[in-house]
């Protein structure tokens, strides 16, 4: 197995950059209250990058619509799987 | 970049045998209620698998003790990371 590496610098720059990115919007959401105060910020930055990915998998390999999809990775975030926590509407 | 695949047949038999037991306690969970019936079963695959390699970096790169974070890790799959579903005490 081997990959082409010529891209690697730019992808890690550019991936570097979205985490950046990512970092401050979470500690936003953490002062306005929409993510609890708790929760660790490097833990937060994970699941939503993580959800990017997945969100993506499901529209491009599962077939769901990208508009189910982006509501299924905001009520995954916000409110959890769990049946105790049915996703709340937020406007 | 290269990698040594010699081991690779060996990991992707124990990763998918692992997928196919997430799999199945993904729809026990969703049968007796746990998580709720309308999350894809793939959805909530993605969401275990996911957890269990960001809660192994939390204890071994960020320095989070294992009890919080697999509670932060119930927390994150069952009532999400919101501010309007603070984490209820199962039992």
């Known amino acids: 197995m081997q990959f082409d590496t010529s891209g690697d610098e ?25 993510i609890r105060q708790d929760v660790p910020t490097r833990w937060a930055v994970a699941q939503i990058d993580q959800l990017i990915w997945v969100a ?17 990775a905001q009520s ?9 926590s049915p996703p709340r509407q937020r406007t």
């Open 10 to 34: 730019v992808l890690r720059a550019g991936y570097e950059a979205q985490l950046n990115w990512t970092t401050a919007l979470v500690e936003d959401l953490k002062t306005e209250g929409v």
């Open 56 to 72: 993506w998998t499901a529209v491009s390999e599962w077939g769901l619509s990208p508009d189910d999809t982006a509501t299924l």
């Open 76 to 84: 995954t975030l916000l409110d959890g799987l769990g049946n105790l």
